[in-house]
């Protein structure tokens, strides 16, 4: 089970971070996941951690300004997000599974666990 929080309305150029606690099995094995989806838009791709690699991936979009990172011991990952911007206004979800790897991390349909979602908002 997948908790994201730390979604809220924050000015251009602001700054959040997101949390994503896994409970139930150690999430070190898992491919980690951030996705997004503004209104009448699909869900899109941010970041991700992928398990068999260890390796962190980005949206275009997003590179240079977010940060995913894991914690271990608290079995949550983060997403920080800095110098935000009115077009990162969504819903933002985490997502989870132990079979995506490097070749599919950025594809939402091949994770199976998801969170319920955290609205952020970014003004203008």
């Known amino acids: 089970q997948l908790q994201a929080s730390g979604g809220g309305l924050v000015q251009a150029g602001g700054f959040l971070r997101l949390s994503c606690a896994a409970s139930g099995r150690p999430f070190g094995t898992y491919t980690m996941g951030w996705f997004r989806q503004a209104p009448g838009l699909e869900r899109e791709f941010v970041a991700a951690?992928?398990?068999?690699?260890?390796?962190?991936y980005y949206a275009e979009s997003v590179k240079g300004r977010f940060t995913m990172s894991p914690d271990n011991a608290k079995n949550t990952v983060y997403l920080q997000m800095n110098s935000l911007k009115p077009e990162d206004t969504a819903v933002y979800y985490c997502?989870?599974?132990?079979?995506?790897?490097?070749?599919?991390?950025?594809?939402?349909?091949?994770?199976?666990?998801w969170g319920q979602g955290t609205q952020v908002t970014v003004s203008s």
């Open positions: 997502a989870a599974d132990n079979r995506v790897t490097s070749l599919s991390y950025y594809r939402p349909g091949r994770y199976n666990y």
């Open positions: 951690i992928t398990s068999t690699t260890g390796r962190t």
